[in-house]
């Protein structure tokens, strides 16, 4: 093949190439931006004869890629002997999310040590997906709320 047809035939295809539609792009998933992320704590926890705390509230989250939980903790300060203070974190429990954008409830218990005594406490609680980088877990965090709580005997 000489040149003038190799170059004939190569405009032509770069011609051709040019005027074809272009192929729709393919948008990557996007995690929903209309539905808030949130967590709430019930205004009274309880806790067992045993000493099992018991906390619940509501949760709704969306776009989880790896494993999601609910987990809860409680903070109590006080007094030293020595007039300073201490504040005393207890994590309590923990529950599976489902991140589909709808409002769930959770309740978290276990028996902290430390034993928590009824009164008025800090409670947090945090909605944390664990995202995977590569090999290596790592906390993606969807909502956090800390509230004051009245823990009860039952």
Same mark, same amino acid.
């Given at each position: 093949?000489?040149?003038?047809?190799?170059?004939? /035939?190569? %405009?032509?295809?770069? /011609?051709? /190439?040019? %005027? %074809?539609?272009?192929?729709?792009?393919?948008?990557?998933?996007?995690?929903?931006?209309?539905?808030?992320?949130?967590?709430?704590?019930?205004?009274?926890?309880?806790?067992?004869?045993?000493?099992? $705390?018991?906390?619940?509230?509501?949760?709704?989250?969306?776009?989880?890629?790896?494993? %999601?939980?609910?987990?809860?903790?409680?903070?109590?300060?006080?007094?030293?002997?020595?007039?300073?203070?201490?504040?005393?974190?207890?994590?309590?429990?923990?529950?599976?999310?489902?991140?589909?954008?709808?409002?769930?409830?959770?309740?978290?218990?276990?028996?902290?040590?430390?034993?928590?005594?009824?009164?008025?406490?800090?409670?947090?609680?945090?909605?944390?997906?664990?995202?995977?980088?590569?090999?290596?877990?790592?906390?993606?965090?969807?909502?956090?709320?800390?509230?004051?709580?009245?823990?009860?005997? $039952?």
């Amino acid at each position: 093949m000489t040149k003038r047809p190799a170059l004939a /035939l190569a %405009a032509g295809a770069a /011609l051709f /190439l040019l %005027a %074809a539609p272009a192929a729709p792009a393919t948008a990557a998933p996007q995690r929903a931006t209309d539905v808030q992320e949130t967590v709430t704590v019930d205004p009274t926890g309880h806790i067992a004869e045993d000493g099992t $705390v018991t906390l619940s509230g509501t949760y709704r989250c969306v776009g989880s890629d790896g494993p %999601a939980f609910v987990s809860s903790n409680v903070r109590k300060s006080s007094t030293t002997s020595s007039g300073g203070s201490t504040t005393v974190i207890q994590g309590i429990g923990g529950t599976m999310a489902i991140c589909d954008g709808a409002k769930h409830r959770w309740e978290n218990s276990s028996v902290p040590s430390p034993e928590v005594e009824p009164g008025k406490v800090s409670v947090e609680a945090t909605v944390t997906e664990l995202h995977f980088q590569g090999i290596l877990p790592l906390p993606r965090f969807h909502a956090v709320e800390r509230h004051e709580v009245t823990l009860t005997k $039952v």
